[in-house]
Structure formats: structure tokens, C-alpha cells
């Protein structure tokens, strides 16, 4: 039996095209910290310390295949708004092809 060769493997995935077709998010992070509940209702009331935003599902699998060196091919619907925008940005920084990145008017982008 032949011996897998991650190393290999890793060499032949940069020349690699891979299309990764699924539902883009964008995952939002905030953080801070809980100084006081609500008098209105009992629910904590957050002090933003910061916020930070990363590629979720599909552009999560994006994401880690650039990470790999692979040039991959994003084919998703996002919406016409900020966080459609937020999305592409992300992704062209992590030289993601976004060219299938599609633009829908009628629907929101998935957050």
C-alpha cells in the first residue's frame, strides 16, 4: 500500500481551481463586557469593547483553502447592503475569486 504524502498533497493543492458553492455568511464577533441589567426588562446591557467580522459557513471553507495556498472560486448569493460589501472586501483580501459572488436586490445578506 502506497503512503499518503500530506506534504505532497499540500505542493499539488496550490495549482489546484476549487469551487466552493454553498450559503456565504459573514460571522460577526462583539465583545465587551456586562456592567448593569436592563431596568426596562431583565437583560444585560453590553459595553462594546470591540467588534471583529470573519467569512462564515461557505466562506469559512474559502477562507481555510486560501489559507492552503489554493486559489479558490466563491459561487454564493449575498445581498445588495453593507454586509454583502463586507463580505467581498473580506474575501478579495484573502485573494478569493469572487466573480461568482452573486448580487441579489430582493434578499438580505445572511449575518
Not at 460577526?28 to 426596562?40: D, T
Not at 489554493?70 to 475569486?97: F, M, Q, Y
Amino acid at each position: 500500500m502506497e503512503r499518503f504524502d500530506a506534504e505532497k498533497c499540500l505542493k499539488n493543492m496550490t495549482s489546484a481551481r476549487i469551487l466552493v458553492a454553498g450559503d456565504i455568511m459573514l460571522d460577526r464577533f462583539v465583545y465587551g463586557a456586562v456592567e448593569r441589567i436592563s431596568p426596562e426588562s431583565p437583560v444585560p446591557v453590553l459595553s462594546i469593547s470591540r467588534e471583529n467580522s470573519m467569512l462564515g459557513g461557505a466562506g469559512n471553507t474559502l477562507a481555510n483553502l486560501a489559507g492552503l495556498g489554493v486559489k479558490p472560486v466563491a459561487l454564493s448569493v449575498v445581498g445588495n447592503d453593507k454586509e454583502g460589501s463586507e463580505i467581498r472586501k473580506l474575501a478579495e483580501a484573502l485573494d478569493i475569486n469572487t466573480a461568482g459572488l452573486l448580487i441579489d436586490d430582493e434578499r438580505p445578506t445572511i449575518v
